[in-house]
């Protein structure tokens, strides 16, 4: 199932073009604004920094760059998602260091190099940087088994939840209209003239088949016979012989729930030619064959 998710994501992705643009263009942004600032920070502190230096004006550039890249959306359902707030300090810690720069004050810029954050900062999101495979999202590889899923923009991404979730509703609406259909093949009624014979506890006789499902019967009784509600019966009708429980009784017919189903060959025999289907009518409380 996860393979097949892969290829339908694939298959958006190439339909949509090259994935993941956005992400590389900030992850590349990153990487060298990084390096700018690990140049600019070493010449810092040897005191060799100006206003105009070649390392400064690369950090403005990609910063620059940067302004112009959805942060939120370039890293949306990547692992850098969760490492937002480390993005946000490192950029904003570029522009405390180019500030700092610019104030041309030494003691001022000997303070910023002295915070251990103004280094660290910037070493931590090197090795990040370097582990982060932007085609994929992923940090360190990833994906299923040796097969990496392409990273797709959230619009495509929610084209593929979208279509994954409408498959899986048409799939149980086709699943639960299948049971309804066998549902009702079952208890769809037919009107028959079919003579049987029902055995009980209490008794057998002759009785009549008005009305037959393969669920349960209407029957017409015999003056002898005299079952009641609940009753465990065997009903006998063209050399099938059915378990039974009386279902309902009325005066002189019985409703009755057959313990297991007729099977369809036995039930086409005793409905052929000479049946047809009963309409439905308003269900009465007790009925089988009308519940």
Same mark, same amino acid.
């Given at each position: 199932?996860?393979?097949?998710?892969?290829?339908?994501?694939?298959?958006?992705?190439?339909?949509?073009?090259?994935?993941?643009?956005?992400?590389?263009?900030?992850?590349?942004?990153?990487?060298?604004?990084?390096?700018?600032?690990?140049?600019?920070?070493?010449?810092?502190?040897?005191?060799?920094?100006?206003?105009?230096?070649?390392?400064?004006?690369?950090?403005?550039?990609?910063?620059?760059?940067?302004?112009?890249?959805?942060?939120?959306?370039?890293?949306?359902?990547?692992?850098?998602?969760?490492?937002?707030?480390?993005?946000?300090?490192?950029?904003?810690?570029?522009?405390?260091?180019?500030?700092?720069?610019?104030?041309?004050?030494?003691?001022?810029?000997q303070?910023?190099? =002295?915070?251990?954050?103004?280094?660290?900062?910037?070493?931590?999101m090197?090795?990040?940087?370097?582990g982060?495979?932007?085609?994929?999202?992923r940090?360190?590889?990833?994906?299923?088994?040796?097969?990496?899923?392409?990273?797709?923009?959230?619009?495509?991404?929610?084209?593929?939840?979208a279509?994954?979730?409408?498959?899986?509703?048409?799939?149980v609406?086709?699943?639960?209209?299948?049971?309804?259909a066998?549902?009702?093949?079952?208890?769809?009624?037919?009107?028959?003239?079919?003579?049987?014979?029902?055995?009980?506890?209490?008794?057998?006789?002759?009785? =009549?088949?008005?009305?037959?499902?393969?669920?349960?019967?209407?029957?017409?009784?015999?003056?002898?016979?005299?079952?009641?509600?609940?009753?465990?019966?065997?009903?006998?009708?063209?050399?099938?012989?059915?378990?039974?429980?009386?279902?309902w009784r009325?005066?002189?017919?019985?409703?009755?729930?057959?313990?297991?189903?007729?099977?369809?060959?036995?039930?086409?025999?005793?409905?052929?030619?000479?049946?047809?289907?009963?309409?439905?009518?308003?269900?009465?409380?007790?009925d089988?064959?009308?519940?």
């Amino acid at each position: 199932m996860r393979a097949r998710l892969s290829l339908l994501a694939i298959c958006l992705w190439a339909l949509s073009g090259p994935a993941g643009a956005e992400t590389c263009a900030l992850s590349e942004a990153m990487t060298r604004l990084a390096a700018a600032q690990t140049q600019l920070i070493e010449r810092a502190r040897s005191g060799q920094v100006a206003a105009n230096d070649p390392a400064l004006s690369a950090m403005r550039a990609e910063r620059a760059v940067l302004a112009r890249i959805n942060l939120r959306g370039a890293i949306a359902g990547t692992d850098l998602e969760e490492r937002r707030r480390e993005l946000h300090d490192f950029i904003n810690g570029a522009v405390a260091l180019e500030q700092v720069i610019g104030s041309r004050s030494a003691l001022a810029v000997q303070d910023h190099l =002295r915070r251990p954050a103004t280094l660290g900062r910037v070493e931590a999101m090197t090795d990040l940087l370097a582990g982060f495979d932007c085609q994929t999202g992923r940090l360190g590889g990833g994906g299923i088994g040796d097969f990496s899923i392409p990273l797709m923009p959230s619009g495509q991404l929610g084209a593929v939840f979208a279509l994954v979730s409408a498959s899986v509703t048409a799939g149980v609406f086709w699943a639960l209209s299948r049971l309804h259909a066998q549902h009702e093949a079952l208890r769809r009624r037919y009107i028959v003239s079919v003579p049987g014979r029902i055995s009980a506890a209490s008794g057998s006789g002759p009785v =009549r088949v008005n009305n037959l499902s393969r669920l349960g019967a209407q029957v017409s009784l015999g003056q002898s016979l005299d079952p009641e509600a609940g009753d465990a019966v065997i009903l006998d009708m063209a050399g099938l012989s059915v378990p039974a429980r009386v279902a309902w009784r009325k005066t002189g017919i019985a409703g009755l729930t057959f313990n297991r189903r007729v099977a369809p060959d036995a039930f086409a025999d005793l409905t052929h030619s000479r049946a047809q289907q009963r309409p439905r009518t308003p269900p009465r409380q007790g009925d089988p064959l009308n519940s």
